[in-house]
């Protein structure tokens, strides 16, 4: 009877609050027996859910106005960019590159950004390489050229030459620090690109001496190329003749503003057998625009990476 007595006296007692302050109790009063369980929750909404992107820094492009005297400069390499977190390989959208643990080994605790290539032109044949499970005995093909030590102290010479030193002490058959060299001015750098690009090459990279790490585009990293590259989506493949034909002649593809034009040239043999595939987006150099709005002498360069 007493139970009964004190249970009407609490029905009692919350029968005079409002419905709102009522139904305000009840979910906090409910919420409570799960307290050790809301962080975790917290976290899952957070940051599971959500791929965190790789903190790399970004280049813009050269200006051909800026004075570049005295900048280190670099080739431009067509792989795929590599950031070592310090315990694994993640890609730059923060997606884990499936590298086997004899090819990170000796690697470091501190974190590294390079790029992962094996040699110009193949740019594919690698991507089937590091997105792969299973391809352990392909990243024999594979290296990792490193360009930076991002939260190493110093400017840019001195993260590079921890990592140099890093390497030399801690050896890795896999690992090269990207060789640098001074640019002497504008025609040094015309005479260099000239030379990558014919040699198969994308183009070139210059960073600022002495300059900070920073995380998104930076006006101290910039990339030099004679040609500009845009996105596409892919519409429909169109078949080949004499050379190509049963196989890929040349993509139809779609710019974001909807006009539509032919791409037929850039395409390895590998990538006439197997194309890319319709509703995917491509990247394509060009050079300028006709009056009609589409790229000049378009050409494939990939398809655009989605680690």
């Keep these: 009877m007493a139970n009964m007595a004190k249970e009407s006296v609490v029905i009692k007692r919350y029968s005079i609050i409002s419905p709102a302050r009522l139904s305000c109790f009840i979910v906090a009063s409910f919420l409570s027996l799960f307290t050790p369980v809301i962080p975790l929750f917290s976290e899952t909404l957070l940051h599971g859910s959500e791929q965190q992107k790789a903190p790399v820094m970004l280049a813009h492009r050269w200006d051909e106005k800026s004075d570049i005297k005295g900048w280190w400069m670099s080739e431009k390499l067509d792989g795929v960019r590599g950031y070592w977190t310090g315990k694994e390989m993640v890609s730059r959208a923060g997606n884990p590159f499936h590298a086997p643990a004899w090819y990170t080994r000796n690697f470091p605790s501190f974190p590294l950004d390079g790029e992962l290539w094996t040699e110009r032109g193949q740019f594919s044949e690698l991507v089937s390489i590091v997105r792969r499970k299973g ?166 360069l990939r398809v655009r990476e989605e680690f």
């Design 135 to 300: 391809a352990d005995t392909e990243w024999e093909k594979v290296r990792y050229l490193i360009f930076d030590a991002p939260q190493t102290e110093g400017g840019f010479e001195k993260r590079l030459e921890f990592a140099h030193r890093w390497f030399s002490e801690h050896p890795n058959k896999f690992v090269e620090i990207l060789e640098q060299e001074i640019c002497e001015g504008e025609e040094h750098l015309r005479r260099r690109l000239k030379e990558i690009e014919y040699s198969g090459g994308e183009g070139l990279m210059l960073r600022r001496p002495g300059s900070p790490y920073t995380i998104g585009r930076s006006y101290n990293l910039l990339k030099v190329k004679t040609y500009e590259d845009a996105e596409a989506t892919v519409i429909r493949h169109i078949s080949g003749s004499g050379r190509n034909a049963g196989r890929l002649g040349s993509l139809l593809v779609e710019l974001m503003g909807g006009i539509q034009f032919k791409i037929g040239t850039g395409f390895s043999d590998q990538e006439r057998e197997n194309p890319p595939p319709v509703g995917s987006i491509i990247t394509f150099k060009y050079y300028g625009f006709y009056k009609s709005g589409i790229p000049k002498f378009a050409s494939f």
